[in-house]
């Protein structure tokens, strides 16, 4: 099966795209980059995700929450996904306790479209069952339709709202039962 990008631009299942831990030896200041690129749509839209516009030193701390993840295309980093079991949520956050969580999952606009955000949500999901936790956990603007709509589609239901301070809009709150999903791989 050949994949193509929002470019036309063939890129076949994993061509050439590596998945691999972020580690010192990596720029957080590429990392920083990255996200501002792949979240930049969604700023335009009036939707300021924290990874629109987050600080290098942000970027780290935000990485150094969980397993950070890379995925490179050659020497280029063209995709990201950090992941946590379990997930420390704050008072209130419509989680259940244990439930592991990703967050940052972002892909270069340049490679989006080919299937990369599928085998990053896929690296997510298995590192964390692989952590222990049962359940996935992720939030995001109930004003990006066509993301939440992506999740819906990959086995999330809603469970709640949650504003967090860094953003100016309601997240939705997904949760997705991991069980049945690790036997299945």
């Known amino acids: 099966m050949i994949l193509r990008n929002v470019h036309g631009q ?3 299942p ?3 795209i590596s998945i691999r831990r972020f580690t010192d030896a990596d720029s957080a200041e590429e990392l920083t980059l990255l996200l501002h690129r792949a979240y930049a749509a969604h700023a335009a839209a009036g ?3 924290f990874a629109s516009y987050q600080s290098v030193q942000d970027t780290v701390i935000r990485a150094r929450r969980g397993e950070c993840w890379l995925a490179c295309k050659g020497a280029e980093l063209v995709g990201s996904v950090t992941v946590a079991a379990p997930y420390a949520v704050p008072a209130g956050y419509p989680a259940p306790a244990g439930a592991g969580s990703f967050w940052q999952l972002a892909v270069d606009p340049a490679c ?3 299937g990369l955000g599928q085998r990053l949500l896929t690296v997510a999901e298995d590192r964390i069952i692989a952590l222990g936790a049962a359940e996935a956990v992720i ?3 109930v004003e990006a339709v066509e993301l939440v709509g992506w999740y819906l ?3 999330y239901a809603p469970i709640g709202t949650w504003r967090w301070d860094v953003t100016n809009y309601e997240s939705v ?3 997705k039962d ?3 999903v690790g036997l299945a791989r």
Request: aromatic residues 4%.
């Open 112 to 114: 989006q479209g080919a």
């Open 47 to 49: 939707r300021v995700f």
């Open 153 to 155: 589609r990959r086995g």
């Open 139 to 141: 939030d995001t603007s």
């Open 14 to 16: 994993g061509e050439d």
């Open 178 to 180: 991991l069980a049945a």
């Open 10 to 12: 063939s890129v076949g």
């Open 173 to 175: 709150v997904l949760l």
